[in-house]
């Protein structure tokens, strides 16, 4: 959700705090604003509601210059979208405070700090840490020892960093359910919630663990965990090639992201797919021998990674005779909920930062689960340092608030997991055989479907005056069509709904009228002759229908029908080819109704609070 960036250096770090914001804004925000610790040793502030650009056009209108500074986009979630409310946030002129995360009893708290003579500028539970750690700070007279006590007495998730105008040599952070990251200089060093933020000037990185405080000078990093005890933590090379401010000639980084899936999920099945099967261990050091124990598996996660989880049940289940639970994290982590023996837990997430997957994770740990995996896109973040075993999708940096690219990866894998768990749980020959070509036939497929662009584009026309949409599926389609409404509600600000197309007796007819357009998508599979009588349920009570239908299913363009025919491929990577449509379709339609496309209103790319 919101950005930190953070720099201590001997060079002015203003430049750097604005790029590395802008590297951010993917995450979604409504205002802005840095500190800086100045060359006469005075803390400055400037703050812009809306975009990096408004913050840094006042800075270059109104130039400052410092060594050492914090900055911050905002999600508005205690107080409104007001220039008081945006971070960073003071107390007394010398604490500067900026943080991700929610205080939750941050009332109490600001009760008791205004009983101390603390006066309140804002209505964010942010204020608190300001002043607490000034606090704390006039009672033992050392920065980072005030900041330690300060958190203490913190209930919530935070990942906050702090400087002082009297310390103006070191950088506090600490962490707790909000990611951290440091960035590793040569006489100089940076905090950032994302390594993205700070890849133009670092490659190094060290993330910090749950429950850590860290102090930062220009030449040493010095991590302290939950206990006080000083501590290790690794240092990481990054490898991303993705330059953030590169859409590589497209238009909006989501239509850039759409025209990756071919090469990105080859690169997932790079080295993990053979002629025969999958390579050994793909999922982690000694993982094929702890897969062959499983025979349930549990599957938490939000948005769109729930929809791959639900796609997966209908894999695990009819080829790996594994039974499947699938469920959404925000749900799963607050009710009580029954272990099956031998049980795998499979969390999914694009960011790997992800709040209430991330506490289900952990809740599930405590349950007795046999062994946890997670699928996941960003090596080094939480879900993957929390879990036994790791895959990781290779989509590279995904930009667009709408997940496309993660999403298709996400089901690569899930799929190879599925091929895993097979070989163990009696899985037929013949279905094995074909998964496998089907995966070594998916890459191509893609590029083929991409093909479909023209028309889905002209299609989209048709939507510029709805706002009201039906998406029907069944069987593994179902899922499909939930992602393709999703997609539609994000970024066109439609109203869409899906259904499992057999439901549609059971109340969606009635919302059918000329009014309704009904999107299906109907592979050529065994469910396709009941999918048609829903079709047609639908064409007797005056609706409209886009279909995207394999090209041998027989489907005919009418006045009430546009079938857009989708290339024929196995049933077993249907799911994931059926997708590319439905982006596509939710792409152009949004481009019509002149929405923001990349950072559509209200949502945020990585939801790191509850």
Known sequence: MCGIVGAIAERNVVEIL?????????????????????????????????????????????????????????????????????HPHFSSERIAVVHNGIIENYQQLR??????????????????????????????????????????????????????????????????????????????????????????????????????????????????????????????????????????????????????QPNVVRNTLLGRLNETGISPNIFGQDADALLATIKHVQIIACGTSYHSGMTARYWLEQYANVSCNVEIASEFRYRKSFVHPNSLI???????????????????????????????????????????????????????????????????GLLMLTLALGQHNGMSQADHQHIVKALHSLPAKLEETLELTKGIKELAEEFADKQHSLFLGRGDQYPIAMEGALKLKEISYIHAEAYASGELKHGPLALIDEEMPVIVVAPNNELLEKLK?????????????????????NFKSDKTMRVINVPHCDAAIAPIIYTIPLQLLSYYVAIIKGTDVDQPRNLAKSVTVE
């Not at 979604?28 to 703050?47: E, F, I, N, P, W």
């Not at 690794?234 to 909006?252: P, T, W």
Request: net charge negative.
């Open 346 to 412: 499979v969390t999914i997430s694009q960011s790997g930062e992800t709040a209430d997957t991330l506490a289900a994770l952990r809740l599930a740990k405590e349950q007795g689960y046999a062994a946890s995996l997670t699928i996941c896109n960003v090596p080094g973040s939480s879900l993957v340092r929390e879990s036994d075993l790791a895959f990781m999708t290779l989509a590279g940096a995904e930009i667009g608030v709408a997940s496309t690219k993660a999403f298709t990866t996400q089901l690569t």
């Open 111 to 260: 009760q008791e700090l205004t009983a101390k003579g603390y006066g309140f500028t804002s209505d964010t539970d942010t204020e608190t840490i300001a002043h607490q750690v000034h606090w704390e700070i006039d009672q033992c007279k050392d920065l980072l020892t005030a900041v330690q006590r300060a958190v203490a007495k913190f209930h919530g998730a935070y990942g906050t960093v702090i400087i002082d105008k009297n310390d103006p040599q070191r950088m506090i952070v600490a962490r707790s359910g909000s990611p951290l990251v440091i960035g590793l200089g040569i006489g100089e060093n940076f905090i950032a919630s994302d390594q993205m933020a700070l890849l133009p000037v670092t490659r190094r990185f060290m993330y910090l663990e749950e429950g850590d405080v860290a102090e930062i000078t220009r030449t040493s990093i010095t991590v302290y965990n939950d206990q006080g005890e000083q501590v290790e933590r690794a240092v990481n090379e990054s490898d991303i090639e993705h330059d953030a401010g590169d859409k590589a000639g497209y238009r909006h980084y989501m239509l850039k992201e759409i025209h990756e």
């Open 18 to 86: 604005i790029e590395g914001l802008k590297r951010l804004e993917y995450r979604g925000y409504d205002s802005a604003g840095v500190a800086l610790l100045d060359a006469d040793g005075q803390l400055t502030r400037t703050r812009r509601i809306g975009k990096v650009k408004e913050l840094a056009d006042a800075l270059h209108q109104y130039p400052v210059k410092g060594s050492t500074g914090i900055a911050h986009t905002r999600w508005a979630t205690h107080g409104g979208v007001t220039e008081a409310n945006a």
């Open 533 to 553: 009588s829903n079709v047609e349920e639908v064409r007797a009570r005056g609706g409209i229908m886009y279909v995207f239908a394999d090209k041998q299913a």
